[in-house]
């Protein structure tokens, strides 16, 4: 973020625009809408602004910019064509600290004014810091069409409600989720088809029952996906967005956890292989005990919960204590990493099956099913193998696989720092113990690594490859 998003506040307050042509106009518009009391300093003006000056909208000097017009100004905005005008403005605005805002150069500002979805009390914006105006426009014309007309009633019913919600829910979790409740349900469907009196009687109903609602909470065990942010479900950022507590394993990336509820309390639980920082019951017992504070609370996994990921055993607990649970799928890493690297889990040619099997060591050891792993036309997709891959291909090539069969390593599958590292059983654990590789990996065992090369497509001009 290269700058504080921030809503100025400026109804009554003086504010000076320097130019009086149209993009002036723009700006001046802005400015009233929002209540500003408007100074233009220009010898001429356009047809809108000779329009607004002769309504007593605006207060207009019919002449060139003197330094003293910033004096006692809340805000500056220079639209003139001059550049050594507007340089001159922002100067002086600057040394008086007053927002200046130069149109076009934002190397000369020390605010922008962003593209505005105005749904009033609700304002949205959009900024590229000045980098792309054009880029600013266009997703806010994509906002305008999913922001309903009618959100600005709903901001004003809720406005209408909060004091009376304060004083049946004193409880600010509780009055949050009353609030999501609100929102996310039928009342707020009545106002949006026009029905405000049928919403204003429900959201009376709902909160004369309010206070015994929200005594318990809930729990959402949501798989993040292998990486990449735009692989998470809709179901899943909205629960993201709900929490008021995230417990997040190391396979959670920065990115997605970003994405959830800025101001949900985060507790890390993280585990590496061969060290467990939190026990797996201790996890399983601190979800019921949250949600029984009447918490919701979310469980967020790499992958998918139900895949290596022990999913089953957390909803267990909770399940037995009689807590209410739900479960959002994610894009397993097996699937993610695959479709990233261009390796088909199946392909008529080469596999008619595929299974997914763990990798980790224990006393020096893999306990897998060797032989049935060993079998032809199936690929083998290894989590969790990268320190026991040199024990996975000894044991699959003492069980009858060619040491020549093919299998690839993927590292950070599915991110910008995706790496894949091809080779065969007896080539790859030397290649990758020579290649710095850091968990979270997967391997792809099969002959469909063979496809790699052809249907790659992921971040080619970016990604590390090493085939």
Known sequence: MISLPILLLIEGKPCLVVGGGDVAARKVNLLLKAKGVVTIVSPK?????????????????????????????????????SRKTNQEVAHYARESNIPVNVVDQPKLCSFTIPSIVDRSPITV?????????????????????????????????????????????????????FWESVLQGPISEMLLSGKEKAARHALDRALSSAPNAFKQGEVYLVGAGPGDPDLLTFRALRLMQQADVVLFDRL??????????????????????????????????????????????????????????RGGEEIGELAKQGISF?????????????????????????????????????????????????????????????????????QLIAHGMDPDFPIALIEQGTTANQRVLVGTLSTLPKKVEASEVHAPTLAIIGEVVRLHDSLSWFNTDNHRHDG
């Not at 309504?55 to 004096?71: A, L």
């Not at 014309?141 to 829910?169: C, M, N």
């Not at 894009?331 to 040619?349: E, F, K, M, Q």
């Open 45 to 81: 003006l356009c047809r809108q602004l000779e329009e607004l000056k002769n309504m007593g909208s605006i207060r207009h000097e019919k002449r060139k910019f003197e330094t003293k017009d910033v004096d006692g100004s809340f805000l500056v905005i220079a639209a003139t064509n």
């Open 326 to 394: 739900q479960v959002v799928p994610g894009i397993t890493a097996a699937a993610g990493c695959a479709s990233y690297s261009g390796i088909p889990l199946t392909h008529r040619d080469f596999a008619h099956s595929c299974v997914f099997v763990t990798g980790h060591l224990q006393d020096g050891k893999v306990d897998l099913n060797w032989a049935m792993l060993s079998q032809p036309q199936q690929t083998v997709v290894v989590y969790m193998g990268l320190i026991g891959l040199p024990v996975i291909c000894k």
């Open 252 to 309: 959670v990336s920065k990115e997605i956890l970003e994405l959830t509820r800025k101001d949900a309390e985060k507790i890390y639980v993280g585990k590496a292989s061969q060290k467990h920082s939190v026990p797996q019951l201790k996890i399983n017992k601190h979800l019921a005990t949250l949600a029984k504070q009447g918490k919701r609370v979310l469980r967020l996994k790499g992958g998918d919960p139900f895949i290596f990921g």
């Open 125 to 177: 914006a959009v900024s590229t810091g000045g980098a792309s105006p054009v880029l600013a426009r266009q997703l806010r014309a994509r906002l305008e069409s999913l922001i309903p007309a009618a959100y600005g009633r709903l901001a004003t019913l809720v406005e209408d409600y909060r004091h009376l919600a304060k004083q049946r829910l004193s409880n600010v979790t509780e009055r949050r989720r």
